[in-house]
């Protein structure tokens, strides 16, 4: 319904993902640095993808794949982002609408053409990612919706976006919208270059809009522009009200003010390909934050998220060649959660229309609190 409240709105990159297997060899013949999303022009894009083994197509975007997630999970969302009217962006308007994510952003009708992602995934299960932004690079604070921003219990923010001034505008003017309306502002850093091209800006943006930071290792420490994972977790403490971190294989931490909670990973049988996961734990996090669970439980729902997105791509991968519609790495996820994780129905069960965000986590095995350090000024 359109007057209904949503759990989420995200504001993020409206992308087509391109996906096929690769050899290291592939990206050093091709200088691609693994792991990385670098951004490239159109003439390149075409060049990159005339090269590429078999593939597997399906829009994304990471908040766009968060909110599938989400979607899927039995929560409440909506995207703004940005394409043009062509065929990739009727294939995306329609996939993300399919899998129950309300969208109504206008596309374009001029212009750049609708962004893709070429996607290279290494026998490591590391992805790496060659970006032509195209239409989703216009987007502007005319196309921030202050009344769907006003529905939603958290507007999450995709780093990735932060290339243009005018996207910056646009991420600053729905934070505003939000707090204004006692809603939370999430932000996912996306990526480590991201983080490199707007350290300062970012830190800038946490620590006057920011209340929930997503971050994976490398980009946390990027931030901080420290040694390693430990000296990063002293420096981000109090940065907003809660700061969730991913290690891969190494599970999560995720921090308050007052506690810190280390999660285990979720076991997986063979680790494929890494590609959705920080969205799909973004959106096992965010599904039980806006239910009122505490921080454990939003975590151990967003490690669960994060494990299906290995063992979904797992099965894909034996098909490569094909072409998927829809989502791929996050709308076809819940129903192999909920079948294997029955603490996910008797969530909805317990807490079908939703619940306060909770300030301050309770429960779980923690680590002792300690003064909160200062947020970042910038």
Request: glycine share 10%; hydrophobic share 40%; charged share 25%.
């Amino acid at each position: 319904m359109a007057d209904s409240l949503l759990d989420v709105v995200g504001i993020g990159n409206a992308v087509v993902d391109v996906i096929a297997q690769a050899q290291d060899k592939f990206l050093d013949d091709n200088g691609l640095t693994k792991g990385t999303m670098v951004l490239i022009d159109l003439e390149e894009a075409e060049a990159l993808y005339a090269k590429m083994g078999p593939t597997i197509e399906c829009s994304g975007g990471s908040a766009a794949n968060t909110l599938a997630g989400l979607a899927s999970l039995g929560g409440t969302a909506a995207f703004i982002g940005k394409v043009r009217d062509d065929d990739l962006g009727g294939i995306f308007r329609h996939d993300i609408r399919a899998v129950g994510v309300e969208y109504d952003t206008a596309a374009a009708v001029d212009g750049p053409a609708t962004a893709r992602c070429l996607v290279l995934v290494t026998p490591d299960a590391q992805r790496t990612m060659q970006t032509y932004l195209g239409a989703c690079a216009e987007l502007s604070p005319r196309d921030i919706d202050p009344e769907l921003i006003e529905r939603a219990k958290v507007t999450y923010l995709e780093g990735y976006l932060w290339d243009r001034p005018e996207a910056k505008k646009a991420f600053k003017k729905a934070a505003g919208i939000a707090h204004e309306a006692g809603n939370k502002v999430a932000l996912n850093l996306s990526d480590p270059l991201c983080v490199d091209r707007h350290r300062t800006e970012f830190r800038e943006l946490i620590g006057n809009h920011v209340d929930i930071l997503f971050a994976n290792e490398t980009e946390i420490v990027s931030l901080c522009e420290v040694s390693g994972f430990d000296a990063a977790l002293q420096e981000v403490r109090g940065y907003c009200d809660v700061v969730v971190l991913t290690r891969s294989e190494k599970g999560s931490v995720v921090l308050t003010d007052s506690e810190i909670h280390i999660l285990d990973a979720e076991p997986v049988d063979k680790v494929v390909d890494t590609t959705g996961a920080g969205d799909l734990y973004a959106a096992g996090f965010l599904f039980g934050l806006t239910r009122g669970c505490d921080i454990p439980t939003c975590g151990r729902l967003a490690g669960k998220a994060a494990a299906e997105t290995s063992a979904a791509i797992e099965s894909l991968a034996r098909r490569l060649g094909s072409v998927e519609g829809g989502m791929v790495t996050a709308a076809g996820l819940a129903g192999r959660i909920a079948a294997l994780e029955k603490d996910i129905e008797a969530l909805r069960r317990a807490a079908p229309g939703g619940a306060p965000i909770p300030c301050e986590s309770t429960g779980g095995a923690r680590c002792p609190a300690r003064a909160p350090a200062p947020r970042l000024s910038g």
